[in-house]
């Protein structure tokens, strides 16, 4: 399956070869990269040749986020730095990100990626693109655009941030597709409605992902807008946008599992799930070389069939996500662990480590607001004391999660102490 010829696919037994062969190669080439890899198999007395083929996957150890932050910033990468040529990063469980490295080979097969979910999206050489996730260490931005340019459309690289512009440019120069998350989009058809611009659009289709979202959204999505709204899920550990996305079906997302060798497993024991059993998705990165993962642990949660889609395309098929197995929170698009918060806060000593996180859906934008206690030894009636705190508190938290929040500061003893497991957050986005 490539990008311009999506209808010509391999047989399942062909994939299966090729997954083979690719983590034949991937096991040895970890093996003789990567120490942490290299331990690891060590430890279960693996040698590459005990690898055969994609059945015995299973004896390969399990990556998580943990590892990546344990061996901050650059530990897991395969290649000398000087055979990277882009960073990307996302949020790690506290303070440190997750740094994820490229080398032009695994940019060129992340274009690929993103180009054939494109089409998948009906987006061709004639279409304008607006690219309207952020641009940055987010690979939102720079991955759909690196999609788009592949499969030779017009793109306007937006990033987020300026909905008046992004409405008048979508006017202006005729868009045909767009790229964003689809909270972000339900709120710019909003913008466009505002301005009364609904009837002068030109956009045929979406291209929706970074977050959860449910089939009611993507209705009231191609209802306000008339379009059709696609779902792309990647995550940058991974590669970033297009490790799978739906066709015209909508009947699971397609996986690029030439690329992207995904299993589901329980969360809890870990064993492999028969097909249509929901579980955690694993992948494991059968062609990358700067950051190749062994069975990475995406915490997501879904389930996955290799039946053959309507639009006849054979590949390995995931269900829309049902949740994640950890407490990841994806506000505006951003990933926030509440440990993120907490390890923020500790830095200031005017507050205590009591705080709850609520977050919230306004004109489909995602609000956070962090409420937190004040260390009794700084209590204080002065309002203008309280205010210059907000404000150092607000900087901390932008500093450390890149998101603006809404700070409530409460006095010595007013949140509610849990008995058992503490709660921190409070999310009353609707998902139904
Ligand atoms: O969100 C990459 C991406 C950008 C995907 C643009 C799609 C479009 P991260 O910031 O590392 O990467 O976040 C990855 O976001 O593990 C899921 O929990 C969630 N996620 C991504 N796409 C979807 C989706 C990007 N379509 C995390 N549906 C993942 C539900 C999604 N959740």
């Given at each position: 399956?490539?990008?311009?010829?999506?209808?010509?696919?391999?047989?399942?037994?062909?994939?299966?070869?090729?997954?083979?062969?690719r983590l034949r190669k991937l096991v040895d080439y970890v093996y003789h990269n990567v120490e942490f890899y290299r331990k690891k198999m060590q430890a279960v007395g693996l040698i590459p040749s005990d690898i055969k083929g994609i059945e015995d996957i299973e004896k390969l150890p399990f990556t998580t986020k943990d590892d990546l932050r344990d061996t901050y910033p650059f530990g897991l990468f395969a290649?000398?730095?000087?055979?990277?040529?882009?960073?990307?990063?996302?949020?790690?469980?506290?303070?440190?990100?997750?740094?994820v490295g490229y080398t032009r080979?695994?940019?060129?097969?992340?274009?690929?990626?993103?180009?054939?979910?494109?089409?998948?999206?009906?987006?061709?050489?004639?279409?304008?693109?607006?690219v309207a996730y952020g641009y940055g260490l987010f690979t939102g931005g720079l991955g759909a655009h690196s999609g788009a340019e592949k499969i030779g459309a017009m793109v306007v690289p937006m990033s987020t941030g300026n909905s008046q512009k992004l409405t008048t440019m979508m006017v202006d120069f005729g868009a045909t597709a767009i790229a964003c998350t689809p909270s972000y989009l339900l709120h710019i058809s909003e913008v466009l409605a505002a301005n009364g611009m609904l009837d002068q659009i030109k956009l045929k289709a979406a291209i929706c992902g970074a977050e959860p979202w449910t089939e009611k959204m993507r209705n009231e999505i191609e209802k306000r807008l008339n379009i059709h709204a696609h779902d792309i899920y990647g995550l940058s550990e991974v590669m970033g946008p297009g490790v799978a996305c739906d066709c015209e079906y909508h009947a699971g997302l397609h996986v690029c599992e030439d690329h992207f060798f995904p299993e589901i497993?329980?969360?809890?024991?870990?064993?492999?799930?028969?097909?249509?059993?929901?579980?955690?998705?694993?992948?494991?990165?059968?062609?990358?070389?700067?950051?190749?993962?062994?069975?990475?642990?995406?915490?997501?949660l879904t389930s996955l069939t290799r039946e053959t889609c309507e639009c006849g395309r054979t590949s390995a098929r995931i269900s829309r996500f049902k949740g994640r197995s950890d407490d990841m929170l994806i506000i505006r698009g951003v990933n926030v662990f509440p440990s993120q918060v907490e390890a923020a806060l500790v830095n200031v000593e005017e507050v205590t480590p009591h705080y709850m996180i609520i977050v919230d859906r306004v004109n489909n934008l995602d609000t956070m607001e962090i409420q937190v206690e004040l260390n009794s030894e700084y209590y204080t009636d002065e309002i203008k004391g309280i205010e210059k705190l907000t404000k150092k508190i607000g900087h901390v938290i932008l500093q450390a999660l890149g998101l603006n929040a809404k700070i409530t500061i409460v006095q010595p003893g007013a949140l509610k102490r849990s008995e058992g497991k503490a709660v921190h957050v409070v999310d009353n986005r609707k998902y139904e």
């Open positions: 399956m490539i990008w311009n010829e999506t209808k010509e696919c391999m047989s399942r037994e062909e994939m299966r070869n090729l997954q083979s062969a290649v000398p730095q000087s055979e990277i040529v882009r960073i990307h990063a996302s949020s790690g469980t506290t303070g440190k990100a997750t740094v080979r695994d940019l060129d097969i992340w274009a690929e990626c993103v180009a054939r979910c494109m089409t998948m999206a009906g987006v061709g050489r004639n279409d304008i693109v607006q497993v329980d969360p809890k024991t870990l064993k492999g799930l028969p097909e249509g059993e929901t579980g955690e998705l694993v992948f494991t990165t059968l062609t990358k070389e700067g950051l190749p993962l062994i069975r990475y642990r995406t915490k997501d």
